[in-house]
């Protein structure tokens, strides 16, 4: 057996320090103005108002207006919340944009933040993990804080839904919308008041039950692609509303277990806004009461990387999420991703 003796090169400040406890420092939305309302809707597909509020608890979400991308909603969610977190763009060392709707194949959401909001110190790189691309974010950004490898990172869930939706789809179409939400990690100030742990999953068995078919490598983009409606988000809804009920309510109970907590020590549950029903389902498995439960989806539908930014904040503004909190995050996406992230409030 040959053995190297070649230097390795060890990436700055990462080896030799201890793990340290982190925290979310501050958190930023962005939503476009336009809405998009069930009545509209129903002037465009064979639906009703009735229908998608008792079957998803969607009255209205927002709709970018066509020269806005995901970049500019989710450098505006990056803006508020570094300095709601008192720093300013070159102290964010690390950025991590989940989306699944990227303004382009390459370069990256993430250089395209950068760009736009001055984070001139910062590397990062997109991640594709659909709904749960705002958890997956989350803990991505905590690794490299709470290895000592960079101070601040910032955590982007994003999407612009409304680009990749038939329009002429009535089990899609009511469903999805568009948003950003941002927080940056940090050192924890209080070693109490810090994120506790994190469970991912993904299950690749799920893929064709959600799934965009044609534009990548598999399928490029043709004119029969393009008459066959292949560029659009195509769902098994059936199956991936079992499939979230079971996974959701399968995490949320792993991570509190191995963590020791009661689920009624859980001070609010904040899970992916796919569907009201979902939502209710994977909290009665926990026997969560709905004051603990965070459901804001009748103002937003499903904005895929950005629910659960915005489900917070809409917390914070109802002083529903306090500093010391226990807090419960909880996604499910295409994939199948699956994801729980359990932390005390910081601020
Ligand atoms: O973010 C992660 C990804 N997404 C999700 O988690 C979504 C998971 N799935 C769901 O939320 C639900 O399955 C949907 C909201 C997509 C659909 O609700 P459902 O209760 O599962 O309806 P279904 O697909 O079983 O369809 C029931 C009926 C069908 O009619 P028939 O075949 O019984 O005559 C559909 O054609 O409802 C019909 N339908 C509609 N009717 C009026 C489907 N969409 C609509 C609509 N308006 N918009």
Known sequence: MQTSNATVSMPDGLFGRAVQPVQISSLGTCVPPRVLTNSELEQMVN??????????????????????????????????????AGLEPPDIGFLVVGTTTPDTFFPSTACLVQDKIGATRAWGFDLGAACSGFTYSVTTAMQMVATGAHDH????????????????????CVIFGDGAGAVVVSPAVDPELRVIDFAHEVDGSGGPALQMPAGGSRMPASHDTVDQRLHY???DGAAVFKFAVRKTGDICRRILDRNGILPKDVDLFVSHQANRRIILAAAAQLELPEEKIVINIEKFGNTTGATIPLALADAVADKRLKKGDLVLLASVGAGFTVGAILLRWAY
Request: net charge negative; no cysteine.
């Open 233 to 235: 988000v195509h769902q």
């Open 153 to 172: 990172a910032l955590a982007v869930g994003a999407d612009v839904m409304s680009r990749i939706i038939d329009y002429q789809d009535r089990a899609t």
């Open 47 to 84: 639906t009703t108002n009735d229908w998608i509020l008792k079957r998803t608890g969607i009255r209205e979400r927002h709709i970018a207006a066509p020269d806005v991308a995901t970049s500019d909603l989710a450098a505006e969610a990056a803006r508020i919340a570094i300095s709601g």
